[in-house]
């Protein structure tokens, strides 16, 4: 699919014409660039599910550079949730995983838009053949190929595996949108959401993870306000890397998806 439309018929991506734009007023495009094409692309394809580093590098060694793919990552990303909300985007659009990969934020509800018009042609039913006296062999039928079977097997775990990731994936909640100061830590100020408790193992695990990764923002420094979310999703909590208030339209975060277990790439 060349377009989808995203956050509840909020926006819309248009892979064609590398553009996002709100649904409600179509000639405000904002441009995408064709590697941030490409990676949006990717993670909507991807349809909820993890798209590995190793996915994502090959769309980065289509357009060479002397910097690092891991910061040409962060950068990319960064400026794809900042451009969709440009697009009047009500939220980030992909969250990364560190040092694994990315996935496409739960609340951006990805629904493909199909540009060809539903016309269905009708097959001409083909001409009766002509009655022969030649007397023709009978043909036996052959048996199916266990093959078949084996495929529509493998369809129907592949199907059973897509329903438990995307469930893996589901959200736990609707409003973790609330914060409460945490603490300070030299010249940076943690929140954590205010359904959570200080004591409470996603507090203690993002701050874990915190200080063990030392995540910055794109431009290397140190990011001075730090947002620790409910946990958005079964298997990970979101923390907001702030050079403002997020409470700002234009605040700049850097989405950063902690797991609760990374393990780097094999």
Not at 48 to 53: A, C, D, I, S
Not at 154 to 175: C, D, Q, S, W, Y
Not at 223 to 239: C, D, E, F, K, W
Not at 241 to 256: F, G, M, R, T, Y
Request: net charge positive; charged share 20%; proline share 9%.
């Amino acid at each position: 699919m060349a377009r989808f439309v995203l956050f509840t018929k909020t926006l819309c991506f248009d892979a064609d014409q590398q553009v996002f734009y709100p649904m409600h007023t179509p000639s405000q495009r904002v441009a995408l660039s064709p590697l941030q094409t490409a990676v949006v692309r990717r993670v909507l394809n991807a349809q909820g599910k993890l798209v590995r580093n190793q996915t994502l590098l090959a769309l980065f060694q289509r357009e060479p550079s002397d910097l690092p793919f891991a910061d040409r990552l962060v950068t990319t990303i960064a400026e794809i949730n900042r451009l969709a909300l440009l697009a009047h985007a009500p939220g980030p659009l992909v969250h990364q995983v560190p040092l694994i990969g990315c996935v496409l934020a739960e609340q951006a509800d990805a629904v493909p838009l199909s540009d060809e018009p539903a016309v269905r042609v009708e097959a001409a039913e083909p001409a009766a053949p002509e009655p022969t006296a030649v007397n023709t062999p009978q043909v036996t039928p052959k048996k199916p190929f266990p093959l078949r079977g084996i495929i529509i097997a493998l369809l129907l775990i592949n199907a059973a595996l897509a329903l438990v990731a995307r469930h893996e994936f589901a959200p736990v909640t609707k409003n973790a949108l609330t914060y409460k100061p945490y603490l300070t830590e030299k010249n940076t100020q943690f929140f954590i959401a205010e359904s959570l408790s200080p004591d409470s193992f996603v507090v203690k695990n993002a701050m874990r993870r915190y200080h063990y990764w030392q995540p910055r923002l794109p431009n290397g420094a140190v990011a001075p306000l730090v947002y620790i979310n409910v946990g958005r999703t079964q298997v990970s909590s979101s923390t907001f890397l702030c050079p403002k208030s997020i409470a700002q339209k234009d605040n700049e975060c850097v989405s950063w998806l902690v797991m609760t277990e990374e393990m780097p790439d094999a």
